[in-house]
């Protein structure tokens, strides 16, 4: 058992255990004992992505990036001078910078870390942090933590001067006031995006906010190109993204990175990465045309138009705008998630937020009673499928863990 496996059994995450089958363009580099020093020559899928090519364009100088999550250590080495004020909507002691678990340092590490002090390289170095902390499960049966924290944040991050907001975190329950709060988002001109979680070999029901039709659903891949065998796919994903065998802060104490599986929850910190390269390359383009890039330039062997219940639109490729100036941006004003047309900025208080996709939930829920949804929010292919790269592979066989926060939502 690794140490990212113990600890994601304590903190009430879901596990899932697999065998990557290749590489899609570099040779892992062993399975060494966690250390900083080797960490960078862990996170394979910067050469699959051709990040150092990408990052001669463009590093997402100039994109802030909103991270909901445990809170982000400003400290660490490859964070040092990247992470600017932000909220904590937890109530509880501490403030935004107080990780009470490594996984929000991570995931903004993976975005924007510097990989200074051999710490993880993120795939947007140029970016910016806005940290937002919310409570996962055992931190709310810890401390006294505001029932609406995430909602809460989510409203911070949409009025913040954050483009996207990027979270690791998600719930089986449907809540009417988080709902709120990403469509408001949506009005804000933000890009959305949140993990569709780790227990698509187990219930595999829908996670939120992932499932909320306004955000970008991002589905776990190996290094073959596969969905993990963990990712859920409740009719909830939008694209793929790295997530297997990513290294990690093995917990709040910071003193070292473990091996395993970043599960979607690296995968949307490395697509939220992706759309900070683009945006920073087109600073003018809305939220919408980022995301069409993205769609449209999404590796995928299956017509172009259709979706992938596992996979989305495919596997996200920043590079392919980035370097080839490849993707139709498409109409500034509709999403390519809903196909409405998106509002422009909204009231920010309580009051519901309104929204060119209305429904007040899939499944009909109303109010802030927390109930489980089954609904999807797009349909495709059954199968898992490979994507075509046109990289060098080489075989290899590696195990891991996948986690994913499930927080219960409770009513105020």
């Known amino acids: 058992m690794t140490a990212g496996m113990g600890r994601a059994q304590r903190r009430v995450r879901v596990l899932g ?14 399975a060494a004992q966690p250390a900083a020093a080797d960490t960078q020559s862990k996170q394979w899928y910067l ?3 051709q990040a150092e090519e990408m990052w001669k364009v463009s590093t997402g100088e100039g994109i802030k990036v909103a991270v909901i999550d445990t809170g982000v250590n400003a400290t660490t080495p490859s964070l040092t001078g990247q992470v600017l004020k932000g909220l904590d909507a937890t109530g509880a002691a501490g403030d935004e910078y107080d990780d009470y678990d490594g996984h929000g340092t991570t995931m903004a590490e993976l975005i924007a870390g510097t990989g200074k002090g051999g710490g993880l390289k993120g795939l947007a170095p140029g970016a910016k942090i806005i940290p937002m902390r919310i409570a996962d499960s055992d931190f709310q049966e810890e401390h006294s933590s505001k029932a609406y924290d995430s909602a809460d944040a989510i409203r911070a991050a949409a009025d913040s001067d954050a483009r996207i907001i990027s979270m690791s975190f998600g719930s089986p329950f449907y809540m009417e006031r988080e709902r709120q709060a990403v469509e408001y988002a949506e009005s804000k001109g933000k890009l959305f995006f949140a993990a569709v979680g780790n227990e698509g070999h ?35 994903v939008d694209v793929a993204s790295p ?16 091996d395993g599986d970043g599960g979607t929850s690296a995968a949307t910190a490395i697509a939220s990465a992706s759309a900070a390269l683009v945006w920073s390359l087109h600073p003018d383009w809305t939220a919408n045309q980022v995301l069409n890039v993205l769609f449209d330039t999404a590796g995928r062997d299956w017509k172009k138009g259709e979706t992938s219940k596992y996979l989305g639109h495919g596997l996200i490729r920043p590079s392919m705008n980035v370097l080839k100036g490849k993707g139709d941006p498409g109409d500034p004003e509709i999403s390519p998630l809903t196909k409405e047309r998106t509002t422009g900025p909204a009231d920010s208080s309580e009051k519901p937020a309104t929204s060119a996709s209305p429904q007040p939930a899939k499944n009909g829920a109303e109010g802030d009673k927390p109930v489980a949804a089954e609904e999807s929010k797009s349909s495709g292919d059954e199968s898992q499928l490979g994507l075509i790269l046109g990289v060098a592979a080489v075989v290899v066989v590696l195990g891991g863990v996948a986690y994913a926060v499930v927080r219960r939502r409770k009513a105020a």
């Open 47 to 49: 050469g699959a992505m």
């Open 17 to 30: 255990a697999l065998a990557a089958a290749a590489s899609w363009s570099v040779l892992f580099v062993g």
């Open 243 to 258: 997530g297997n065998d990513v290294p990690y802060w093995c917990d709040s104490s910071f003193k070292s990175y473990c």
């Open 202 to 236: 187990k219930e595999n029901k829908k996670n939120y906010p992932a499932a909320f039709p306004q955000v970008v659903g991002i589905a776990s891949a190996d290094r073959n190109g596969k969905v993990a065998s963990y990712s859920q796919h409740a009719g909830t």
